[in-house]
T-cell receptor, first 110, second 124 residues
Framework: QSVLTQPPSASGTPGQRVTISCSGSNSNIGSNYVYWYQQLPGTAPKLLIYRNDQRPSGVPDRFSGSKSGTSASLAISGLRSEDEADYHC???????????FGGGTKLTVL | QLQLQESGPGLVKASETLSLTCTVSGASISSSNYYWGWIRQPPGKRLEWIGTIFYSGRSYYNPSLKSRVTIFVDTSKNQFSVKVNSVTAADTAVYYCARRRGGSYPGANGFDFWGQGTMVSVFS
């Protein structure tokens, strides 16, 4: 089954900029949009970035997304303690004809 | 405002059927603008898409689960449900229902609103 690959963990200090990567293949990221979700402890995933680099209303512009080829990245600038959460990437996979998710990256604010 | 609420047994015996319902409030499940889906997250593992349904009943499933899963909609109750047959310990997970805006193809829009999730444990 196709999957997306994320680093299991990331960290930064308040005010820093951190990036989280998401690696896929031609059948998912390479040919479809990427979505990013923030999951605070004990809560449901919340849409953070849609269609590679678009922010839903209410999401601070500290969060930004990008895509290049078969990889995507989520950047968080001006890191805050409340950003400590799990971050998941997702994309439609043409080979699977279904949605695939990354393994999630646990962000720690030191 | 939009709310999605999962409901169903928190414990299911191995080999039996897991059944969950998602009640949608603040929006009509019969809207032609949206699709409705189920996603699960086993403890310590990645999110896994189970399947998606349109109000007309048209549905599509994760191939790895397709033989055991059925998703159906009850527009009169503004609900949609999932059944997973022949469950094993591997089906233990938090199950989420979610909404996805329609588009020219399934990947055009991701799941933009999720329920709070419900934990289902399979015991033997």
């Amino acid at each position: 089954q196709s999957v997306l690959t994320q680093p299991p963990s990331a960290s930064g200090t308040p005010g820093q900029r951190v990036t989280i990567s998401c690696s896929g293949s031609n059948s998912n990221i390479g040919s479809n949009y990427v979505y990013w979700y923030q999951q605070l402890p004990g809560t449901a995933p919340k849409l953070l970035i849609y269609r590679n680099d678009q922010r839903p209303s209410g999401v601070p512009d500290r969060f930004s997304g990008s895509k290049s080829g078969t990889s995507a990245s989520l950047a968080i600038s001006g890191l805050r303690s409340e950003d400590e959460a799990d971050y998941h990437c997702a994309a439609w996979d043409d080979s699977l004809s279904g949605w695939v998710f990354g393994g999630g990256t646990k962000l720690t604010v030191l | 405002q939009l709310q999605l609420q999962e409901s169903g047994p928190g414990l299911v015996k191995a080999s039996e059927t897991l059944s969950l319902t998602c009640t949608v409030s603040g929006a009509s499940i019969s809207s032609s603008n949206y699709y409705w889906g189920w996603i699960r997250q086993p403890p310590g593992k990645r999110l896994e898409w189970i399947g998606t349904i349109f109000y007309s009943g048209r549905s599509y499933y994760n191939p790895s689960l397709k033989s055991r899963v059925t998703i159906f909609v009850d527009t009169s109750k503004n609900q949609f449900s999932v059944k997973v047959n022949s469950v094993t310990a591997a089906d233990t997970a938090v199950y989420y229902c979610a909404r996805r805006r329609g588009g020219s193809y399934p990947g055009a829009n991701g799941f933009d609103f999720w329920g709070q999730g419900t934990m289902v444990s399979v015991f033997s």
